[in-house]
């Protein structure tokens, strides 16, 4: 069989069968086609151009490929090349890049045939396209900017870049992940990698009494079958609580059916795979318990050693009961939320190989896509019994994350099989088993009675919230923390009796979210407040614009926010287009800064500059679309005046320069307060010498807020986070009930990078009403009913909405330049306010996401 690849002609005869994203990557070595969602067809990620169509090469076969014309990115020439890379860059339609590659090569295919779109044909030819990143308006102006440049024959020519803070910096290494150049784990092989894959629980709750692997063992290609009692070390790990087994151990009860009880090694992932399938698991089948409530009660089998509650927090002030029986109006409602997958473009995947260093042998050396590479080493040191200094991570490019990654999930196994075999070890997950693994978006049940005087002023909030945190702990107590802490959204209520419970099942675990328990209680609060100003008559900006937060009032868990408080200044930039709307929901976020509550938030920066001259920035947070990196360089840059492109960012354990997990969005505050430190002697020096003189200079730094108090311990002062951020959004509705606008208006102190900003922002939106109106993983038995990315509700760029947002910038004391995160705040209050945009237009409270209208 011939045909031509690149302008080159091929001769194929194998497998007929085969896919021909399967022939690429793995036989052609090309790795600009991606796999987002295993041959599902659901994606986009692998688009390629076959005789002159856009066609999805996951499920393309060879035999279909004969004679036939193909060509990616590779192909296209290097004057279009730079054109969507310059065009995707400039407009901003890059973040993790994992769906890119594909989405440009539908592009290419589209103006080949219409070069001159409108971006009805543009929305229209993305439509097999899932972005989870950006919200998909910037990738249409991109591609719109790019036909443009395409038609008249020029070049997009790069705009002068400074690197200084409020500017439009391109995003760090932006253009190589725009053409698919830059490699993420799935791209990356090493000579003498084996590959391994991981048998699963066939059953959520069930007394493993035999695993038989006789058969397994003698499949061809396989190397080596583990089971519990290979490993050498912890055998249990987890981020709060080390309740999670990274194998089940024969004689032991499964908690769900993302339980490892076995993993093989063979020389292949297809070999791996079809061992596994001949290991034979006897089980003594449990009832499943998947209701938190039957979960709570004394009847209920007890799932971990502690008890099914997790834990309880309780947040309260004044009365509550005694200040709602006197209030003038008191509304009352129970608001549920779903289970909710991540999605992030790219599945889990982890290389291990040796550390053959000197000094460093019978070491391992991990690469990693996870959301905090020094936690990572941890973990792995204590599971393999290693001595801290004998693991090393390294950071690859993370194909998406959004809180998803903060679990170990195939690191452990993968360090396990390499360790023991002394060879390099790739394990990756299919789109089903990364559903089926790694911990959601708790699903929260939510009891709320909101009172208010005859003025509007909110007297008294009294909740009950719980959560659901499935199998094991992960994060869920913190979870249901933030959610107690937040219960009272951006509102000043001057009496709370809020109480959040962390419940053990035996559905899927829920973990870290972006938003992080608080879209939960942001949904409940305003549907409430929504409730009262009908109740009452009053004006539903003006009420909120009267309660809302601001220097010196209190939050439910006891702090009193000292300065920065941007509510007020969000809802004024939207007062004018809510005001003129015949059909809108408005509704406000707050989102803490920083883990807080008594643990410390810090991280440390290493600053190297070596021949070239070359400047090396040394950190340990995730890049993973949100665009830490070009933050890193900015501030550098702000403060040194070095050129940009002398720049480069590492996150490497070898470094020395550790920080926590990427979450709770402190990365900017964290990260830019120590590059700043760590400047102060940088500076300096710059001040009497050259660049190139100095050459081997190390400079280091950090920032650590270590002032925050758990709530609960009496201090003399309640400091449960170091920040937040505010946010007011407007849904409008069209007369026939569409969503045609979502206005965003956002306090992130100071706006490094305009870019970054709007599309942390439209790509919270596009999460936050998937949110609202169609996402959901629903389980049966705590079994997925669907492991298929189609039948999670993600909206597709015909489903979005025209998003405007606007920025707004109340400077907050800590940050660095008075900056806030924006990444988790710009998704808190979406779904709340579309949901009240269509109570309103539908005359029907809804109190469960997503809302199912008509029903």
């Given at each position: ?403 998803g990654k903060e679990d170990l999930s195939v690191q452990g196994h993968a360090a396990l099989f390499a360790y023991h075999l002394k060879t390099p070890v790739k394990v990756m997950l299919t789109r ?351 079994v997925p009913k669907s492991t298929k990315m189609r039948s999670l509700g993600i909206l597709r760029a015909r489903d979005m909405p025209k998003m405007v947002i606007f920025g707004v910038e109340v ?45």
């Amino acid at each position: 069989m011939q045909f031509t690849l690149n302008g080159n002609k091929n001769t194929y005869d194998g497998e007929q069968n085969l896919t021909l994203l399967a022939y690429l990557r793995e036989i052609a070595g090309i790795i600009s086609p991606k796999d987002g969602c295993s041959c599902q067809a659901a994606c986009g990620c692998c688009t390629v151009e076959m005789n002159g169509k856009a066609v999805l090469s996951c499920v393309t076969k060879m035999k279909d490929v004969a004679n036939g014309n193909v060509v990616t990115i590779e192909g296209i020439g290097d004057y279009k090349q730079r054109v969507f890379a310059e065009a995707f860059v400039e407009k901003g339609g890059c973040q993790c890049g994992f769906c890119i590659p594909g989405i440009v090569m539908r592009a290419k295919v589209l103006l080949d045939h219409n070069p001159s779109p409108t971006r009805a044909d543009v929305v229209q030819a993305l439509q097999m396209h899932l972005c989870r990143c950006t919200g998909y308006h910037k990738i249409v102006e991109a591609i719109l900017y790019a036909a443009e440049a395409l038609r008249a024959g020029r070049e997009i020519l790069p705009k002068e870049a400074s690197g200084k803070i409020g500017t439009r910096h391109p995003k760090y290494q932006a253009h190589q992940v725009v053409l698919g150049q830059q490699p993420y784990l799935r791209d990356m092989k090493m000579p003498g990698m084996l590959y391994g894959a991981l048998k699963f629980s066939d059953h959520p709750r069930a007394k493993v009494i035999e695993i038989d692997m006789s058969k397994a063992e003698r499949m061809p290609g396989v190397k080596r079958v583990f089971i519990a009692k290979d490993i050498p070390g912890d055998r249990y790990t987890g981020l709060l609580v080390s309740d999670w087994p990274v194998i089940v151990a024969a004689g032991e009860t499964t908690h769900y059916v993302g339980d490892v009880l076995a993993g093989v090694v063979a020389e292949s992932e297809n070999e791996a795979r079809a061992a596994v399938a001949q290991i034979a698991v006897e089980y003594e089948v449990l009832e499943p318990v998947t209701d938190v409530f039957e979960a709570m009660k004394d009847s209920a089998p007890t799932l971990h050693p502690n008890g099914n509650v997790l834990e309880v927090c309780h947040m309260t002030r004044g009365d509550a009961e005694q200040t709602l029986a006197a209030s003038v109006y008191v509304v009352h409602g129970v608001y549920e939320t779903p289970l909710i997958e991540h999605a992030f473009l790219e599945a889990e995947c982890c290389i291990v190989r040796p550390w053959l260093d000197p000094g460093k042998e019978g070491g391992i050396e991990v690469f990693s896509q996870s959301q905090g590479v020094y936690e990572e080493q941890r973990f792995l040191a204590k599971i393999l019994g290693l001595p801290l200094d004998k693991v090393r991570v390294r950071q690859v490019a993370t194909g998406g994350g959004f809180g998803g990654k903060e679990d170990l999930s195939v690191q452990g196994h993968a360090a396990l099989f390499a360790y023991h075999l002394k060879t390099p070890v790739k394990v990756m997950l299919t789109r089903d088993e990364s559903i089926r693994m790694h911990p959601k978006r708790h699903p929260a049940w939510m009891d709320y009675t909101l009172g208010c005087d005859k003025e509007g002023k909110l007297t008294a909030l009294k909740a009950v919230i719980v959560g659901d945190t499935g199998a094991y702990a992960s994060v869920g107590a913190k979870v249901l923390e933030r959610s107690a802490c937040h219960a009272t959204g951006a509102y000043n209520v001057p009496v709370v009796d809020v109480v959040s419970k962390t419940v053990y099942t035996n559905n899927l675990p829920a973990g870290a979210m972006r938003g992080f328990g608080v879209p939960q209680v942001i949904f409940a609060m305003e549907g409430a407040v929504d409730e009262l100003c009908a109740r009452g008559g009053f004006d539903r900006w003006q009420f909120r614009y009267d309660n809302a937060l601001k220097d010196g009032d209190m939050v439910p868990s006891g702090q009193i926010l000292k300065s920065g408080v941007g509510v007020r200044d969000t809802l004024l930039a939207v007062k004018d287009i809510f005001a003129k709307a015949k059909h809108a929901g408005i509704a406000c976020g707050i989102k803490n800064t920083g883990i807080g509550n008594g643990v410390p938030d810090w991280g440390k920066v290493k600053i190297e500059v070596v021949a070239g001259p070359h400047v090396i920035i040394h950190h340990g947070w995730t890049e993973m679309g949100q665009g830490v990196h070009t933050i890193a360089i900015q501030v550098l840059c702000e403060e040194t005046g070095i050129a940009p492109d002398l720049v480069e960012v590492l996150v490497d354990t070898a470094a020395g320069a550790p920080s926590g997990m990427t979450t709770a969005s402190r990365a900017t505050s964290i990260l830019g307060n120590a590059i700043i430190d760590t400047c102060k002697q940088f500076k300096q020096d710059l001040a009497g010498k050259k660049l190139d003189e100095l050459v081997g200079k190390v400079y280091t730094g950090e920032w650590v807020c270590n002032w925050t108090t758990k709530h609960g311990t009496h201090a003399k002062e309640e400091v449960t986070h170091y920040s937040y951020s505010y946010a007011t959004q407007v849904a409008v509705l069209d007369d026939n009930g569409k969503l045609d606008t979502f206005y965003g208006a956002h306090d992130a102190g100071r706006i490094f990078n305009p870019n970054l900003f709007e599309s942390q922002i439209e790509g919270a939106i596009h999460m936050g009403i998937g949110y609202a109106l169609s996402e959901e993983l629903p389980l049966d038995k705590g079994v997925p009913k669907s492991t298929k990315m189609r039948s999670l509700g993600i909206l597709r760029a015909r489903d979005m909405p025209k998003m405007v947002i606007f920025g707004v910038e109340v400077p907050d004391r800590h940050g660095p330049y008075g900056a806030k995160g924006v990444g988790e705040v710009g998704l808190v209050p979406v779904a709340a306010a579309v949901a009240n945009a269509y109570s309103l237009f539908d005359q029907k409270r809804y109190y469960k996401l997503p809302l199912k209208r008509g029903k």
